[in-house]
C-alpha cells in the first residue's frame, strides 16, 4: 500500500493492533480474550477566564440553557453510549455502569470525570474518554455566550483495570 509505513517486527516492540499485516485498518479480534470485569477513569478540564468564572459562580452554574453540570452528565452519558457508533474500531459493549463527577480544583477550572464499567473482552477506555470530552463541550456549549475564551483541556485516562495491565495515572 502506497505511504503506509512497514509494519515493525512484533518480537521487537509493541505494534499497532489497529492495524493489519498489510497495513490496512481493522477492528480488533478479541474473541480469544477472556470475559473480565472492566473498569475505565477519564477527565477533562474546562478552564475559565475569570469574567466568565465570576457569572456561573454567583449562579450556582444555571445559564438561559439550563443547569450545566447535569447537562453535561446527561450529554456525556449519551456519548458513552455511543462510542461504538462515533469511533469506527470500538467495539459495541455491554455497559453495566457509567458514573460522572466533578470538582474546581482552582478557580477558573472545572474538573469533569467520567467512570465506565463493563464485563467484556476488551476495555472501556474509549468509552470514558468520549464521555468526558463530551460532557466538556457541553458545558462550553452551554456557557460560551459569557466568553470566547473558554477552552478544554487536558483530556486524559486516569485509570483502567480489567485487562491485561491496570494503569493509574
Request: proline share 8%; with cysteine.
Amino acid at each position: 500500500m502506497r505511504g503506509v509505513p512497514e509494519m515493525p517486527d512484533s518480537s521487537a516492540s509493541p505494534t499497532l493492533s489497529h492495524v493489519g499485516p498489510e497495513g490496512a485498518p481493522r477492528m480488533v479480534d478479541v474473541s480469544e480474550k477472556p470475559v473480565t470485569v472492566r473498569r475505565a477513569v477519564a477527565a477533562a478540564e474546562v478552564f475559565f477566564p475569570p469574567e466568565a468564572w465570576e457569572v456561573l459562580a454567583a449562579g450556582d452554574w444555571q445559564t438561559a440553557k439550563g443547569a450545566v453540570l447535569p447537562t453535561a452528565v446527561i450529554a456525556g452519558t449519551q456519548a458513552v453510549k455511543r462510542t461504538a457508533d462515533l469511533i469506527p474500531f470500538c467495539h459495541p459493549l455491554p455497559l453495566e455502569g457509567i458514573r460522572f463527577t466533578h470538582d474546581f480544583p482552582e478557580e477558573g477550572l472545572l474538573r469533569l470525570r467520567c467512570e465506565v464499567r463493563t464485563t467484556a473482552r476488551t476495555g472501556v477506555e474509549m468509552e470514558a474518554y468520549t464521555g468526558a470530552s463530551v460532557a466538556a463541550l457541553t458545558v462550553i456549549d452551554m456557557t460560551k455566550a459569557l466568553s470566547p475564551a473558554l477552552e478544554v483541556r487536558a483530556v486524559r485516562l486516569l485509570a483502567k483495570t480489567g485487562g491485561k495491565a491496570d494503569y493509574h495515572r
